[in-house]
């Protein structure tokens, strides 16, 4: 018998490879316009995570409407302003291209005096927006300017509200020179934003772009501060160092993160128009979001008119948030918890001071200084009476946690802030004559106020089975324990009736909406799961209620539902939730923006997260690999998806079938997996002990697999492992987005 560590050589020899061909594959994927592109709808999209511009041909001409996220006036959002191309003649027509790969944005422009090739960006540090011109003929020296936003409360001009004196605000002060063209914006009541546009000619052509070279490039960026000084030093210091710099070093660390950002994870699968989306997705998160960044508000970087410039708890952070998980870019999240923990006393203060020992609430929207104050005892409107903004927030913090297992982040930052956002409901619960806890009226979103509110009571349940679980695993001396276990075990059941899961107590499902609050037990929190029959039962029946009138749906409710039919096994219906998302243009931007009244980013991203539940779930601590494929996707694979656990997984299916599974274990946890299409098991590969695997009654494999090990499973032990490879699709399929044809 060979020794243990030949056997693992010789089965890692064996173990299937992943070859992607990165250029080549996000190619397919990327953005190309045959003409230029119209408004911010169709417009090519560029960011930082901070800073970005929507680049489109407004009043014609083309120009980057530019934005930071982090730049807020009185807990809202601004429009910035427009760079615009000004050139010699008038403007015929032009092409475009978002290379996904390099996250960059090009094209060329046609005038009736020649042409201007353009290629663009956004550096991160310094943070700047690159602009590179070449003129021909008669445009030969083409330039840029800049027409500054009016700074207005953009929520009060939506709804045509009167502006008061305090909105006011007075002009910027605009100064053109030469090189440089600045911009000051100050508020009333403190404040500023400035812009600096610094232009520095470059000899060599832009046929030359790929050695980061070419004709004029300008360097644009927002500064912001307490005074308008401030702001512009901001600007111009950022402006300045990126013309040091040059393009040329620009442009290679700026391609050095992408290039590392995209293979953190692969997923490829045969329906060109929905991997395309997904994949536009994904560049759209390292677009929006960085580590180090702002929460990624509503808008992000690219800023358009809106009744919502801030960050909306009820829903859509929380969806914005959810696809980074599975797609194992945790990094990103850091944004939002990062801000959780740097404004913790701020969500300390938004309760009564009453309870501020004890509890941390945030309302229903907020600027990033995350100031929602939330009482319910003096609530007066439905907004006020919305309790579970912050628990379901956490939720996802929890799943930061459980995707890394690192236990400070458990021990120092979710218990802690999750403690006290439970505290927020247990000040408020009341025994009833039953001898059950119960809620008081509380605000279902976008539903109704009811007590007993099925939305509040998941998120009390997940967060008392969360906290107990916390704090044995941690093993603190909580004295909360009782009182937690008490609550939990007497907590009023979950109100329903023969049409599913009701609103909440006394408040039976009436008719369709497109906020499915009242299902969270079902989704996202697995309260409630189809592993057992009568749980199942409830789902189907509570689905079928939901959706019977989906013409009041919005996106976001298709997004869901798909997420929920996939829970189910159900990918063929599944997928024809997410189509007849993507069929609305009513909604579906060519681009794939998302907007109602105004932008609402989280729509698009959460479509991500559901096509992520159709290839790899995690709930009732198992791994379901391939749970709710469409038939039609023969063929599919993805690489490097990550589970809570801390596990990484990667899968080929193939004719229908699944091939094979690869798990790493970052944490040695409790390993169980599922493949709905497998009989039996045997190990292929591994790295690390020979791990031993069992199978249970319920057909799923309990495999022991230490940290820092990883095994390969296949249904049999010859048949020769695929490789991960894109889906094959035909050269036409390539390109989807921008969805222009039905517009044109």
Partial sequence: MLPAHLLTLIALQTAPATRVDWPAFIARHDLVWSRLPSGWGESAFIGNGRLGATIDVRDSALGWTINRTDVVHDQSRYPIGRVVLKTAGAVQGGDARLTLWDAEASGTLTTDRGAVRWRSFTASRPSAIVIVLEGTGGESGVTLDWSAAEARPPRKVYRKDPFAPEDLHPPPIVTRAPHEITSVQSFIGGGA?????????????????????????????????????????????????????????????????????????????????????????????????????????????????????????????????????????????????????????????????????????????????????????????????????????????????????????????VYPLLKRAIGNYLAYVERGEDGRWHLPPTESPELATVPDANYDLALLTWGLETLIASAGHLRVDEPLLPRWRDVLANLTPFPTDSAGLMVGRGRPWKESHRHYSHLLAVYPLHLITPDRPEQRSLIETSLRTWERDAALFRGYSFTGGAAMHALLGEGDTALSRLNRYLDAPRYMQPNTFYAEAGPVIETPLSAATSIQDMFLQDWGGALRVFPAVPAAWTDAAFDRLRTEGAFVVSAVRHDGRTAWVRIESLAGQPCRLVVPDWESAVVRAHMGPVPNVSQGPGGDYVIDLHKGASVVLAPDATTPLAEVRPVTLSPAAANQWPALKERE
């Fill in 193 to 413: 934003h400035a812009e600096s546009i610094r232009r520095v000619s470059v000899v060599p052509p832009l046929r030359n772009a790929e050695r980061g070279t070419g004709g004029e490039a300008f360097y644009v960026s927002i500064g912001q501060g307490s005074t308008g000084r401030e702001a512009l030093a901001e600007a111009r210091a950022a402006t300045r160092e990126a013309a040091l710099l040059g393009t040329r070093r620009l442009e290679s660390d700026h391609r050095t993160w992408w290039h590392a950002y995209y293979p953190e994870s692969f997923l490829t699968f045969p329906d060109a128009r929905l991997e395309a989306y997904y994949w536009i997705q994904i560049y759209k998160l390292g677009s929006a979001m960085r580590a180090d960044g702002p929460i990624l508000d509503l808008n992000g970087p690219w800023f358009n008119a809106t009744p919502w410039p801030g960050i909306w708890w009820n829903l859509n952070i929380q969806l914005t948030y959810s696809p980074l998980f599975r797609a194992n870019r945790l990094d990103l999240a850091e944004s939002l918890f990062r801000n959780l923990d740097r404004h913790r006393q701020a969500l300390i203060d938004n309760v009564p001071e009453r309870l501020r020992a004890d509890a941390a609430a945030i309302g229903r929207s907020s600027g990033p200084d995350l100031v929602r104050p939330v009482d319910l005892a003096t609530a007066q409107s439905d907004a006020a009476r919305e309790m579970g903004d912050l628990p379901w927030t956490l939720y996802y913090y929890w799943l930061d946690y459980r995707f890394q297992m690192d236990e400070r982040i458990l021990r120092e930052r």
